[in-house]
């Protein structure tokens, strides 16, 4: 190498050194990605404990016909970031919110409180690296669907009972308010939790998933449900708007919205070639999907479709969500993915 001498040979050299600086990370770059939430997010632990949702339709320990978004993302981050590592609290059918209902009936699935105090619990056991300028520790946060759908079955037999007892119902206005309300306090309080521990570098709140447009929410509730998610979303993102300063110069730790759930929305219809059935989902479950029924019947088309079962999408926008609208929203967190010109070409 030092016998080169002409003045080709060091521009040669020059470029080599800048391409090789923009593919391979620095050796010395770690990324520690800490997932909490719901069946979306899940990637085996209630599989670990319940061998639900049952393998015979549903990809192995996944709530949809394939990998996951974390699967997609994590293959992903691992080809540009020297080290990545994992690590999943996510429990499909989890709650933002302690649930009386889901502690009584399935105990192993943790709420987002349970999921917090479990990473907490890790890293006193020193399994989470400290952050430092060459080790980001971020955590995703991203819970709330299943608070809002256990909400809404709740009001519907009060609906119906006090249609049966001929006397006034709930009012959804204020049930609506108060749910929000709650969903948004859990989130926030968990997020200051993990801050507050010094444990990690960055927290993303993802926005609420747009619920509105699952096959399983009835026609009539499509619009409440719309309301509801926006509301959420909206005080979220004036919430973290407030909190991010106090949070990053009391507890060192960076706080970020991830938008509004209409990006997500959109990708359902940006992707290429487009889903030809956006509204009926490849199978329908009857009953709950923690159930293992033997007897689904399941479409020939899946990949035309963008919902798998009639809560959750198929792997296919998995896929889609992980890289182009993931991805692309971390890279934008400085220094947290490196802005490879591969990893770019993602971004819209
Ligand atoms: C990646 O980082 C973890 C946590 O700091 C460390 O235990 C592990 O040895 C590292 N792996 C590599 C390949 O550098
Ligand atoms: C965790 O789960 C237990 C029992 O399931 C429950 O009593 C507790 O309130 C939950 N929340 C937290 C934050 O530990
Ligand atoms: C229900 O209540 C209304 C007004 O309170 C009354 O007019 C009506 O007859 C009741 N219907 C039944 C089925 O009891
Ligand atoms: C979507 O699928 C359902 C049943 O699988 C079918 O009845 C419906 O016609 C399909 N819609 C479109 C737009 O293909
Ligand atoms: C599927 O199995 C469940 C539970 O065994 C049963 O209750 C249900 O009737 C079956 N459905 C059909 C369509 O056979």
């Known amino acids: 190498m030092a016998l080169i001498r002409s003045s080709a040979g060091a521009l040669l050299l020059l470029c080599y050194i800048h391409v090789t600086f923009a593919i391979v990370p620095a050796t010395d770059t770690k990324l520690m990605l800490v997932l909490e939430g719901d069946s979306i997010t899940d990637n085996g632990n209630v599989y670990k404990n319940l061998g639900v949702p049952n393998p015979k339709f549903y990809f192995p320990g ?19 970031v020297k080290n990545v590592t994992v ?7 989890a709650t933002a919110c302690a649930n009386s209902e889901t502690a009584t009936l399935v105990p192993s699935i943790k709420d987002l409180g349970n999921q917090t105090a479990a990473f907490l619990a890790d890293a006193a056991a020193g ?6 300028a060459d080790t980001r520790v971020v955590l995703v946060q991203w819970v709330g669907s299943n608070d809002i759908d256990g909400a809404l079955r709740q009001l519907a037999a009060a ?7 001929n006397t006034t119902g709930p009012d959804l206005q204020s049930a609506g308010f108060a749910l929000a309300t709650a ?3 859990c989130r926030l309080t968990a997020a200051q939790t993990v801050a507050a521990s010094g444990v990690v570098s960055d927290i993303i709140l993802l926005p609420t998933s747009p619920l509105y447009q699952a096959p399983a929410v009835p026609d009539v509730y499509r619009p409440a449900v719309t309301l509801l998610v926006n509301g959420i979303d909206s005080a979220l993102a004036g919430q973290v708007k407030g909190l991010a300063g106090t949070f990053s110069s009391t507890f060192k730790t960076r706080l970020h919205w991830a938008g509004d759930s209409s990006w997500i929305d959109r990708l359902s219809t940006s992707i290429v070639p487009p889903f ?6 490849c199978l329908w479950n009857p009953r709950s999907v923690l159930e293992k029924l033997d ?15 009639q809560i959750h999408p198929t792997t296919r926008f998995h896929k889609h969500f992980a890289l182009k609208g993931i991805l692309p929203r971390l890279q934008q967190l400085r220094g947290l993915v490196p802005r490879r010109v591969a990893l770019n070409r993602f971004v819209m």
């Open 87 to 93: 690590l999943n609290y996510a429990y499909g059918g």
């Open 183 to 185: 969903i948004v306090t």
């Open 295 to 309: 007897n689904l019947t399941v479409c020939t088309d899946v990949d035309d479709r963008y919902f798998f079962d």
């Open 276 to 281: 030809k059935n956006m509204t009926y989902p």
């Open 159 to 165: 609906q119906a009972a006090a249609a049966a007892a």
């Open 127 to 132: 399994k989470i690296p400290k952050p430092s």
């Open 62 to 80: 996944r709530f949809t016909n394939g990998p996951n978004w974390v699967d997609y993302l994590t293959d992903t981050l691992t080809k540009f």
